[in-house]
């Protein structure tokens, strides 16, 4: 076993971090006491407010610290932690995690067994509660073909326990930005994380270009992380939702073949009107304005849009056809709200 690990060159984990220190201080913690022989720490420091970047070197001196003059989100931050690595793999991982011991051994080995496979994430559980599934990612993350993500674990509010149900290692959509490894060869080759989307799904933009590249992503349960889910950003607020729907329609806009974007986003945008006056029934106003500003930001950012099916196009290796094999291929919405499906087991099979 030790003989495998040795045979792999530096994991780089790389932390976007804005404020907290004390959900920091907890992640590093964990980190401190990993198994894995050969990492470096890179923390990415978004222009914090609370002192984080005056006191991470002066409690964490060995670990590389990156000062930014502003914001850059998750996507920006996770980019410039990279840039600065020197690792074979990158870990990206939130700050608001601890991890089991061994989590890193387990990605890394799969990683070195498996060279058509470009990323992988462990088992994803609440901090708080440790017998359910975290709601960002689960044991990894699917996508409907209209675009709408979930996970082993999560179907949409709905969380499940761990009842050891997901055990099984196997190919996903999407891995979770919460703690994701990957190749940094295949970063660098993919273009990283878009800048554009600052955050929220930008995992899911990265995992559906290493599909278009005709490679793999996987999970592996076996590794295990808990998430202290929406510390940074509340789950309701009007950026989360905003951030949710605009980044979700980029990302059909774009990464289709011309053919299906011009046949799936009409029915995407019936939706996302369908939606929207539901959370005015509601009265959920955040949730409403919320999309009602991602549908102006599309409107008026053509650009960006026309920018992204270039980039794919350089990207792609396969074809559509070959993408949706690894999708549900059908409408989680109609799944969870007409059919009353609460559990992805009984719509992915193990």
């Known amino acids: 076993k030790q003989d495998s690990i040795m045979l792999v060159s530096k994991v780089s984990v790389i932390i976007p971090h804005w404020n907290g220190i004390d959900i920091l201080a907890d992640c590093l913690e964990s980190l401190k006491k990993n198994t894995y022989p050969n990492i470096e720490i890179i923390v990415v420091d978004n222009a914090s407010t609370d002192g984080s970047s005056d006191w991470i070197p002066s409690h964490y001196p060995d670990i590389k610290l990156i000062r930014n003059n502003k914001n850059y989100g998750y996507a920006g931050g996770c980019n410039k932690g990279a840039e600065a690595s020197s690792g074979e793999y990158l870990i990206f991982l939130n700050n608001d995690t601890v991890q089991n011991e061994d989590f890193i051994e387990h990605l890394a080995d799969f990683l070195n067994l498996n060279p058509q496979v470009s990323a992988v994430q462990p088992k994803i559980l609440n901090y708080y509660e440790r017998n359910k599934f975290d709601y960002a ?5 699917w996508l409907d073909i209209l675009g709408f993500p979930f996970a ?5 509010l709905n969380v499940e326990s761990d009842n050891s149900q ?3 290692i196997r190919p996903i959509f999407w891995a ?3 703690a994701l490894m990957i190749r940094k060869k295949d970063f660098d080759l993919l273009g990283g994380f878009d800048d554009a989307f600052f955050a929220h799904q930008e995992e899911i933009d990265l995992c559906w270009k290493i599909h278009l590249a005709g490679n793999q992503v996987w999970s592996i349960p076996k590794a295990v992380v808990f998430h202290k889910n929406a510390v940074t950003l509340p789950m309701f607020s009007r950026l989360k939702q905003y951030l949710n729907h605009r980044n979700s329609m980029l990302m059909i806009l774009s990464n289709f073949s011309l053919p299906m974007t011009l046949y799936l986003v009409p029915i995407r945008v019936a939706l996302e009107i369908v939606a929207m006056f539901y959370a005015l ?18 409107i ?3 650009h960006i849009v026309i920018k992204r099916r270039i980039r794919n196009r350089r990207i792609r290796k396969v074809k559509d056809s070959n993408v949706i094999k690894n999708m549900y291929w059908g409408s989680i919405v109609f799944d969870y709200y ?10 992915i099979t193990e």
């Open 281 to 298: 029934f509601c009265l959920d106003i955040n949730h409403f304005i919320g999309i009602i500003q991602s549908f102006i930001w599309v």
């Open 176 to 178: 979770s930005g919460t």
């Open 166 to 168: 997901y055990e099984k």
């Open 137 to 141: 990612g689960g044991c990894g993350g």
């Open 300 to 302: 008026f950012h053509p």
């Open 338 to 347: 007409v059919r009353r499906i609460k559990k992805s087991s009984e719509i």
């Open 152 to 156: 082993r674990g999560r179907l949409f």
